[in-house]
C-alpha cells in the first residue's frame, strides 16, 4: 500500500502562487494531481510519468507546473497565476501500471490539501 500526503496548500489572492507537494511512501511510476471543487466531480489537472513526461489539463496549462524528485520520492505542483475557479480540495493520485487522466485509473489517494484563491 502507498502512502501519500500532500501538504502546501493554502489561501492565496487570485495572481498569487502556491506550490503543492505529495510525499509518497516509496517510487510509483505515475504520479497525478486531481482537485474537486465543492459541489464538483473530482478533475485531472496534471500527470507525471515515469520518463517525467507531464500531461497538463487545458485550464491551467501555462500556469502550472507538475515536477517530480524521484530520491525524495516527492511530487509538486507549481500553480502561478492562481483564479478563484482553482478554488479546490486538491488530491495527489498514484498507480504502478498506468498513467491515465481518470480518476478511476489511480490506485493510491492522499487525503487532499485545500487550495483557496481569493478575488
Known amino acids: 500500500q502507498v502512502q501519500l500526503v500532500e501538504s502546501g496548500g493554502g489561501s492565496v489572492q487570485a495572481g498569487g502562487s502556491l506550490r503543492l507537494s505529495c510525499a509518497a511512501s516509496?517510487?510509483?511510476?505515475?504520479m497525478a494531481w486531481f482537485r474537486q471543487a465543492p459541489g464538483k466531480e473530482r478533475e485531472f489537472v496534471a500527470s507525471?510519468?515515469?520518463?517525467?513526461?507531464?500531461t497538463i489539463t487545458a485550464p491551467v496549462k501555462g500556469r502550472f507546473t507538475i515536477s517530480r524528485d524521484n530520491a525524495k520520492k516527492t511530487l509538486y505542483l507549481q500553480m502561478n497565476s492562481l483564479k478563484s475557479e482553482d478554488t479546490a480540495m486538491y488530491y495527489c493520485?498514484?498507480?504502478?501500471?498506468?498513467?491515465?487522466?481518470?480518476?478511476?485509473?489511480?490506485?493510491?489517494w492522499g487525503q487532499g490539501t485545500q487550495v483557496t484563491v481569493s478575488s
Open positions: 507525471i510519468n515515469s520518463r517525467d513526461i507531464a
Open positions: 516509496e517510487y510509483v511510476s505515475c
Open positions: 493520485a498514484a498507480d504502478r501500471s498506468h498513467c491515465y487522466t481518470s480518476r478511476t485509473g489511480f490506485a493510491y
